[in-house]
């Protein structure tokens, strides 16, 4: 039997099923229920066509910032770091090898001389033959060896990690400091001297008296240095000199090599107690107590 419109004290038969609220309408009373619904689906419509416009006008560069730059600079930094390398174990190959030869012309030399000064005083005997003989012998053993013998390398592959770099969102109005996690690692710093500490893009200098201690990315000390001077106040990092710059209670200020922890004194203030340090591209800068 077919069924009535759902509309109270409509008694005409249902032409279709309304897809919005499932009930069986009429003809007229669909036509109304549409003209109804309408109204209200145009505003979506429209907001709708909104996002999408806005979707599609979305500018990528915007979203990714300075992350692209930060990482063309950390690729120009390794690069930079891998032809150091090779620069100084290029010049190390020179060295080995002009070494070898210097050795010799040294001795060459010195038979040289002692030759022209026998010739000169016209004293010399059989036993200055003999000595002359055996060392042009020798030497010539030395070169033979030499021309026999080959530097050979040991390259390791270099390996880089995939942690190195993170990419995660952020949302710079939405930072909040209180919702920091759980450390990642913690090292005891405990000491007579309350811990200083400097951080580069690879590694923290801190110290962790008596002694400074260079600390990589997986918190493991991978140098460490005796502390022979006076009491730290501060530490910074230098890009531009490419070390740490520390400074003492005694208003001494000292550059520390990232690689060695070589210690090299630049100057004595006397002037003012020096508490605090940091430094821009250009500039050093030291408050005062």
């Known amino acids: 039997m077919p069924r009535t419109c759902a509309i109270e004290k409509c008694k005409r038969k249902s032409r279709s099923i309304c897809s919005c609220c499932n009930k069986s309408l009429c003809h007229d009373h669909l036509k109304e229920h549409d003209d109804l619904n309408n109204p209200q689906l145009n505003p979506l419509i429209n907001e709708f066509n909104k996002l999408d416009e806005q979707l599609k006008s979305s500018n990528t560069d915007k979203l990714i910032g300075d992350c692209r730059q930060k990482l063309v600079q950390w690729r120009d930094n390794c690069c930079k770091m891998i032809n150091q390398l090779y620069e100084q174990k290029n010049h190390e190959l020179d060295q080995r090898c002009l070494q070898k030869l210097d050795e010799q012309r040294t001795q060459l030399n010195q038979i040289r001389s002692k ?46 990690d995939d942690s190195l770099i993170f990419i995660e969102e952020f949302e710079p109005n939405k930072c909040n400091l209180v919702n920091l996690t759980t450390p990642y690692r913690t090292i005891d710093c405990a000491g007579e001297w309350g811990p200083v500490l400097a951080s580069n893009n690879r590694y923290l ?3 962790r008296h008596p002694n400074l201690c260079l600390i990589n990315q997986k918190f493991e000390i991978i140098k460490q240095s005796p502390w022979k001077f006076d009491f730290i106040r501060d530490m910074c990092w230098s890009s531009t000199l490419n070390c740490f710059i520390v400074t003492t209670r005694s ?26 340090c940091t430094c821009s591209d250009t500039s050093f800068y030291l408050t005062a107590r």
């Not at 000169?120 to 053993?141: C, K, P």
């Not at 520390?256 to 605090?276: F, P, R």
């Open 205 to 207: 200098l801190i110290d």
């Open 115 to 160: 030759m022209t000064e026998l010739i000169r005083q016209q004293e010399s005997n059989q036993g200055h033959i003999d000595s002359i003989t055996v060392a042009i012998r020798h030497i010539q053993d030395e070169i033979k060896t030499i021309e026999n013998t080959r530097l050979q390398l040991e390259i390791r592959p270099l390996t880089i």
């Open 251 to 276: 208003r001494e200020i000292y550059l520390i090599s990232e690689k060695t922890l070589a210690t090299e004194l630049v100057q004595t203030i006397e002037e003012q107690d020096w508490s605090s």
